[in-house]
């Protein structure tokens, strides 16, 4: 979340740097492979990820969200669309737990009701066969 942070704000001038950035932020090589493959896949489908989130922001202007909850919400998305293996409640709840930590106390609960909302139009999605 915190290198899609960085991108969101900084730029895509800053992919080049974001191995250096995981290499300082966790010594376990697994830990940073994945927050490698989670950031770029997330980034490079960012589009996809922006749609369901504004389709599931009723009431809520996307350019409205703070770069943390938008950043939270995208590698949620992505986690839930394009990473099968980990179990829908286990990103909610992990996105939930990302909030808590770096955003305000609101967030919690509008990041669950955003994410409940994305899960249920994905379930839709592959059950029309998308």
Do not use: H
């Not at 010594?27 to 504004?54: H, M, P, Y």
């Not at 509008?110 to 409940?116: E, P, Q």
């Amino acid at each position: 979340m915190q290198a899609l942070y960085q991108l969101d704000v900084q730029g895509t001038d800053i992919l080049e740097s974001l191995d250096r950035f995981f290499i300082e932020a966790d010594t376990d090589n697994f830990v940073r492979r994945l927050a490698s493959d989670w950031t770029k896949g997330t980034w490079g489908n960012l589009e996809q990820c922006d749609e369901l989130i504004v389709a599931s922001t009723i009431k809520w202007e996307f350019t409205r969200l703070s770069p943390v909850d938008r950043n939270i919400l995208r590698l949620a998305v992505y986690q839930l669309k394009f990473c099968p293996e980990i179990p829908p409640k286990v990103v909610i709840n992990e996105a939930i737990e990302l909030a808590k930590k770096f955003s305000t106390d609101k967030s919690p609960g509008f990041v669950n009701a955003v994410l409940d909302a994305v899960l249920k139009k994905t379930a839709k999605e592959k059950s029309a066969g998308r």
